[in-house]
């Protein structure tokens, strides 16, 4: 059983910047993913960033030159460096780990973007 905490969200102006946190309950190691969804509201959740245990990371296209997916040093977290937010961003972000199979998430941080 992995458990996932988010955390590092909140209010900010566009072009602000927020750096996210999702923190496992015990050190995520072997063949697996880790990502961020989002989810605004009446929009369906999407996928916005990816990092596999290779290294190897994706970005959703809207997000490619202003988010940057990376793990941190204890192997038990990863992080998502936000910059250059847009109001179209504000969502509830989510983190999900997929381990042998299985689907991890965390239970959301809100990002608003607004002036």
């Known amino acids: 059983q992995v458990q996932l905490v988010e955390s590092g969200g909140g209010l900010v102006q566009p072009g602000g910047t927020l750096r996210l946190s999702c923190a496992a309950s015990?050190?995520?190691?072997?063949?697996?993913?880790m990502a961020w969804y989002r989810q605004a509201p009446a929009h369906e959740r999407e996928l916005v960033a990816q990092?596999?245990?290779?290294?190897?990371?994706t970005y959703a296209d809207s997000v490619k030159g202003r988010f940057t997916i990376s793990r941190g040093n204890a192997k038990n977290t990863v992080y998502l460096q936000m910059n250059n937010l847009k109001p179209e961003d504000t969502a509830v972000y989510y983190c999900?780990?997929?381990?042998?199979?299985?689907?991890?998430w965390g239970q959301g941080t809100q990002v608003t973007v607004s002036s």
């Open positions: 015990t050190a995520i190691i072997g063949i697996h993913t």
């Open positions: 999900r780990i997929t381990v042998v199979l299985t689907d991890y």
């Open positions: 990092t596999w245990n290779d290294g190897t990371t």
